[in-house]
């Protein structure tokens, strides 16, 4: 009886051992998962301060620079989500996506990858030392320095390092160039924009995570999510302030007019999109009622043609290569211009915007100018070309 009660307490005894190796590989807290609660805590105090604008409460995060740039931001919701930590004795640093809309524009958040170091604070909470982009991911506005905001009726200014007085500026330019897209593409969309002045070509680059020399020369781009869904969370329209100002008042209101139907038509573009498509309809819509000559408004092209080489095929996506020669990007998208002013000339400007969502509605470029152009232009690609190589002729030989 003794040697059997023995035998089952050492069968219990193991029982419970594998019983504690099961809890700890199924689900026992680590040191780490502690860390990253407490920092996911301190991250939810500083998004509530950033929301109420409470300096107080952020102080108590430990709110860097970054934070106190926010300026006059309108912002609808401000969020962190911790996805990893690192700890070294009293420092954190903390991988974290950060997710904000900007009240009345965005449709759904926005995302940001941040990197953020913390320090553990006397009273035995971490708190925040510096909040940065993540490695490779663009910045945002508020790291480049204090953030000024000008409302327009149809647009929001956001600048760094610029006058009230400038920001003014653009606000009447997309003020004037939404009425003026929506007069052009009959489309579904919100009808406003966000525009971005940085202090200076390098402030541009670091909104996009690029170099400087990709944009040099490159008045303004829009970033967002193409698509047929129209969820994409954010459109941004980002000056090149260097180029910009070597412009004229007529340039400017283009660039801001152009960059407009960048927001209108995204819903409506996707992978199946040529770039001539996309470039040439919003240099149609910035051109659209002006009075510029059709020479005026392409000089490379026209000289091209002027001296006998006439392009073979309509322009490719390489074409549109901001850091190839300049002269062949602009008769990329002069040719895209073209293409499309020919069409609205030809088939009428209903017609024009019909073809861009047609071609939109494939997710795959093969096939997709085939079927748009025999189902709305009645044509061919290969007959489109060669009407267009003639219009090129007509319009600038």
């Known amino acids: 009886m003794a040697g059997r009660g023995r035998r089952t307490s050492?069968?219990?005894?193991?029982?419970?051992?594998?019983?504690?190796?099961?809890l700890v590989g199924c689900g026992a807290r680590t040191p780490a998962d502690t860390v990253r609660d407490e920092v996911q805590r301190t991250l939810n105090l500083r998004a509530a301060a950033v929301l109420a604008r409470?300096?107080?409460?952020?102080?108590r995060s430990g709110a860097d620079a970054g934070s106190a740039n926010l300026g006059a931001l309108p912002l609808a919701t401000w969020s962190y989500r911790v996805t990893g930590v690192e700890r070294t004795g009293g420092s954190a640093t903390a991988a974290v996506d950060l997710r904000y809309r900007v009240e009345g524009y965005d449709r759904g958040d926005v995302l940001a990858r941040r990197t953020v170091r913390l320090r553990m604070g006397e009273e035995g909470r971490w708190k925040v030392e510096t909040d940065?982009?993540?490695?490779?991911?663009?910045?945002?506005?508020?790291?480049?320095?204090?953030?000024?905001?000008?409302?327009?009726?149809?647009?929001?200014?956001?600048?760094?390092?610029?006058?009230?007085?400038?920001?003014?500026?653009?606000?009447?330019?997309?003020?004037?160039?939404?009425?003026?897209v929506r007069d052009a593409w009959d489309g579904d969309w919100a009808g406003r924009v966000v525009v971005?002045?940085?202090?200076?070509?390098?402030?541009?680059?670091?909104?996009?995570?690029?170099?400087?020399?990709?944009?040099?020369?490159?008045?303004?781009?829009?970033?967002?999510?193409?698509?047929?869904?129209?969820?994409?969370?954010?459109?941004?329209?980002?000056?090149?302030?260097?180029?910009?100002?070597?412009?004229?008042?007529?340039?400017?209101?283009?660039v801001l007019t152009h960059e407009t139907a960048h927001v209108a038509t995204r819903p409506h573009t996707t992978p199946a999109t040529p770039l001539w498509l996309s470039e040439g309809y919003a240099d149609w819509v910035g051109y659209r009622g002006g009075e510029r000559s059709v020479s005026g408004a392409a000089p490379e092209l026209a000289r091209a043609v002027v001296a006998g080489r006439l392009p073979a095929v309509l322009?490719?996506?390489?074409?549109?290569?901001?850091?190839?020669?300049?002269?062949?990007?602009?008769?990329?998208?002069?040719?895209g211009w073209l293409a499309c002013r020919m069409i609205a000339d030809r088939w009428g400007e209903e017609r024009l915007g019909a073809f861009y969502r047609a071609v939109g509605s494939h997710d795959v470029r093969p096939g997709a100018l085939e079927d748009a152009m025999d189902r709305i232009l009645g044509t061919t690609p290969d007959a489109f070309t060669e009407r267009w190589r003639a219009y090129l002729r007509t319009e600038l030989g």
């Open 10 to 22: 050492g069968r219990a005894a193991g029982a419970v051992l594998l019983l504690l190796v099961s």
């Open 54 to 59: 409470d300096p107080a409460v952020l102080a």
């Open 132 to 180: 940065r982009p993540a490695a490779g991911a663009p910045q945002q506005p508020w790291d480049q320095g204090r953030v000024e905001a000008v409302r327009g009726a149809h647009s929001l200014v956001l600048g760094v390092g610029r006058s009230a007085g400038e920001l003014r500026g653009f606000a009447a330019l997309a003020d004037r160039a939404v009425p003026a």
């Open 196 to 254: 971005l002045v940085p202090g200076s070509l390098a402030g541009m680059a670091g909104l996009l995570a690029a170099p400087p020399s990709s944009y040099r020369g490159i008045a303004a781009v829009t970033t967002g999510e193409t698509g047929r869904s129209g969820l994409g969370p954010a459109d941004r329209i980002i000056v090149n302030p260097e180029a910009y100002e070597l412009l004229g008042d007529q340039g400017r209101q283009m």
């Open 315 to 335: 322009p490719l996506d390489e074409d549109f290569g901001f850091t190839g020669r300049t002269d062949r990007l602009a008769r990329a998208y002069e040719g």
